[in-house]
């Protein structure tokens, strides 16, 4: 019986020598990861103010990102973004090329489906069309096609248009035939 007691203690003895919380945990003597965030679409300080439910936002964050080239759009105020059906998914249409006026059309369906960086770009592409007559020649943030694209191009792209190396207007007999294709 002694026996048994002199081990208890000696197995008591063992275990509170060998407490289990000096064991420091691995992560703790590792210094804080520095919190690296990758620039992107939805947390650039312009391009995430845009808000698919709220069509209007986007004129607000294209004239903050043309203002960065000091590029003042302030006094363009006949500014509409229609809701609407468009054919064959697509998601956008400028109406407004070649007049006084930016009409841009969205189908909302279409449109709330695209990712953040296409919505932007799609918006960037067709107030370009409205509010420089920009045709589709100049390529970059004007080529045809709207398409995903990856933050780092889209800010050089954005770039190439506000200072008018990527930039080709519209010609007047271009002009003319948009004018008649829009017309209501
Ligand atoms: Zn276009």
Known sequence: MKKCYLIFL????????????????????????????????DNDPIYSKGRPNLLNSYWDVFKESAALYDIDLSHIEDVQFISTDLPDNVAGRANGSCEDYVR??????????LDTGEQIFLMYHE??????????????LMAPNIRSIEY?????????????????????EECEIIRGLTDD
């Open 152 to 172: 780092n191009l889209f800010q050089t792209e954005v770039s190439d248009f506000f200072t008018k190396v990527d930039f080709i207007e519209w010609t007047d």
């Open 104 to 113: 841009i059309l969205i189908d909302e369906t279409t449109f709330r489906n």
């Open 127 to 140: 107030l370009g069309h409205d509010v420089f007559n920009a045709s589709h020649d100049g390529g970059g």
């Open 10 to 41: 000696l197995l008591l003895f063992a275990c509170s020598a060998d407490p289990v919380d000096s064991e420091v945990p691995v992560d703790a003597v590792e210094p804080d990861p520095v919190e690296v965030v990758v620039p992107d679409y």
